[in-house]
């Protein structure tokens, strides 16, 4: 089977009062290239994504959205700092002697001053949370997977497809080549025999002009490789597997050949199909650049 690299994942989880929800979607990209936007308590596992997310991905452009809810009764606890409120006092009493002002200072004035009471966040567990995320990782990937194995599946049919019509193009270039050559011969003949009227033509230099003729437009050579190509392409897209690379590289070839048939092409049937085989290629390179 063969992964388009547009796909789409999501999973939510939801344990130990803990909400996880992610989302990834992506698109074509040479290598792979991932983003991930978390809330900054995640940060840590940040690392840990990206290798999970290995275990599914190879290519693309992938974005990836967490976001996350802890259900739970409020896991902060207030610090009481004794030392700071003490300062605060000392010198408050301080001011009130120094400019001989009442001091009116309160408990709940002084709990207000900064780093007087503070909120800490409870312990996590570290490992627990990994675990939990990964599991909303892993299944958002497997979602995120499947619908790339589905868009895949149209792909390689479509391509196949474009594949058979590139086989005919070929086909009818390999025909059509004899008969230009004999078109070839037959006309210069009847040139040759209107120029030098009832003189016999000399048979020898009618074969060698022919000779070079066809040497200039013979395109035997491409017409294998081009056969060759698309037979490898065929086979590789049955095959599956991670292939948009190796398919990319034979498009190309089979764009070089099809370039030379064309340069070659003294016919216009052969030279219309020639500029044909080019657009199908060149749609089956596109296609291909959506493959992983």
């Given amino acids: 089977m063969i992964k388009s690299m547009t796909g789409f994942g999501r999973c939510e989880t939801a344990e130990n009062n803990r909400k996880f929800t992610v989302e990834m979607k992506s698109v074509n990209h040479r290598y ?3 983003n991930i936007k978390m809330p900054k308590a995640l940060g840590i596992f940040e690392s840990a994504v990206r290798t999970e997310l290995k275990n599914y991905i190879s290519r693309g452009k992938v974005d990836v959205f967490i976001t996350f809810e802890d259900l739970s009764e409020s896991r902060s606890t207030v610090r009481y700092n004794r030392e700071v409120a003490e300062e605060y006092l000392k010198y408050l009493n301080r001011m009130a002697e120094d400019f001989g002002l009442d001091n ?7 709990s207000k001053y900064p780093d007087v009471l503070t909120m800490e966040e409870a312990d996590v ?7 939990e995320l990964q599991k909303a990782v892993a299944g958002a990937a497997k979602m995120f997977v499947e619908t790339r194995i589905v868009e895949g599946g149209h792909l390689r049919d479509d ?13 009818f270039i390999s025909e059509r080549s ?3 050559i004999a078109e070839y011969r037959q006309k210069l003949e009847d040139r040759v025999r209107e120029l030098l009227a009832d003189t016999t033509v000399d048979e020898g230099r009618l074969l060698t002009e022919v000779t070079i003729f066809a ?4 395109v035997d050579e491409e017409i294998v490789r081009l056969r060759s190509h698309i037979e490898t392409t065929r086979n590789t897209l049955l095959g599956g597997g991670s292939i948009g690379r190796k398919l990319d590289f034979i498009a190309q070839e089979m764009n070089r050949e099809a370039n030379t048939i064309l340069s070659k092409a003294s016919d216009l049937e052969i030279s219309n199909c020639a500029i044909e085989l080019k657009t199908e290629i060149e749609k089956v390179r596109e296609q291909i650049q959506n493959i992983e």
């Fill in 104 to 110: 009116d200072i309160r408990v709940s004035a002084l």
């Fill in 125 to 131: 567990d570290q490992e627990e949370l990994w675990t």
């Fill in 178 to 180: 004899p008969e230009i």
């Fill in 215 to 218: 040497d200039k437009v013979c």
């Fill in 159 to 171: 391509l196949i497809d474009k594949l058979d019509g590139m086989g005919k193009l070929v086909d």
């Fill in 32 to 34: 792979l290239d991932v």
